[in-house]
């Protein structure tokens, strides 16, 4: 018997050892040195990474113009990438584009309300709460060159902070600019003075129409999503409009005529995010939305500029006569206008905000840049 009790005695000794070494390992309050204890990964697996769901939205879709192309092309996988690559967390995106959420004219109040995360909007179709922001729009003739449209506008925003601060005002964050390509006219007959337009009625939307006053031409208010039909059903004659929407909405089937007026390339579009959103992200994730946003400004720019061309060459290749307005056109038709700058200028100033000093800074640094307007506009 005495034997048996040693011999057990050794038994559980030996087994509480046993069991000691198996639970010991790293000092770490009792996890498996080979990661396979508990809910712990192992060693080769990576750390479940935490879901920030999205929803980003546009009334354009996100195939018609180059502020939505490169939205969904670049700033959506950008950022989803580099959040996957340096943060333990995951984007997944909810897309609302071709106004699935909000139409054209309510892209800043969905975002304002929580129904879009982040807004991809353009400025024209908000011409009262955005009238700041549409400043450059009211240039008749700036320049055509989409990259230094958002150079200089950029300069002017930081020297204005009045303009992104209207964005806070409705509940978001402003990101980055995207822009227009150069305007000009796309119309059914040709144009090769301004008298051709006498009569005609040409669409716009919102500020551009401002460039028909003293051209006798007759303005229509209106927007690309109902462009095809209102050429088919001559609801109007011409659009002022760029040439990658005239390609990629089809008008050059029903609008044979592109006309290189020269109005200008116009920095009046943009991205903006929710600011419950924005401040309820981890700081990490916010700093890679800004990094992206910036390269997304740049990067618009210059995917503006490529596009127009790129559409020109297209629309000439599908039967449209591509020509440039005279210069001494372009002259009398600005000396035709109004003194639209200064006007629009006095009337941002009189709602409380600085229009003469954006307006001001603006065209200072369109010549200092080296462009040269076919009128020179004064800010009195």
Known sequence: MKWTKVVLMVLVLALSLGLVAGCGGNGDGGSA????????????????????????????????????I??????QPEVEKRVAERTNYEIKWTEAYAGSV???????EAVEDGLLDIGVMSFPFEPQKLYLENFPYYIPFQTPDPVQAVKISRKVMEEVPEWEATFEKYNQKFLGLGPTGPYELLTTFPVDEVADLKGKKIAAAGPNLTLLE??????????????????????YDGWIMFALPSKNFKLYEVAKYHT???????????ITINLDTWNNLPKEVQDIISEVAAEYEVKAAQDAKDNNTIAEEFMAQNGVTVTDLPMAE???????????PDRTAK??????????????????????????????????
């Not at 462009?227 to 088919?232: I, L």
């Open 33 to 68: 040195s080979n990661g396979s204890g508990g809910d712990q990964p192992k060693d080769n697996e990576p750390a479940k990474k935490e879901t920030i769901r999205l929803t980003i939205g546009s009334g354009h879709p996100e195939t018609g113009l180059t502020y939505t």
């Open 70 to 75: 490169t939205a969904n092309t670049f700033f």
């Open 102 to 108: 909000a139409k054209l004219e309510g892209v800043l």
């Open 214 to 235: 003293g051209t006798g031409a007759v303005p229509v208010q209106s927007n690309l999503n109902e462009a095809y039909t209102s050429f088919q059903t001559g609801v």
């Open 260 to 270: 290189r007026v020269g109005f200008g390339a116009e920095p009046v579009q943009g």
């Open 330 to 340: 372009k002259q009398k038709w600005a000396a035709g206008l109004p003194n639209v």
């Open 347 to 380: 009337e941002i100033d009189s709602v409380g905000l600085p229009g003469s000093k954006a307006f001001k800074l603006y065209l200072q640094y369109l010549e200092e840049d080296g462009y040269q307007l076919p009128r020179k506009w004064e800010i009195k």
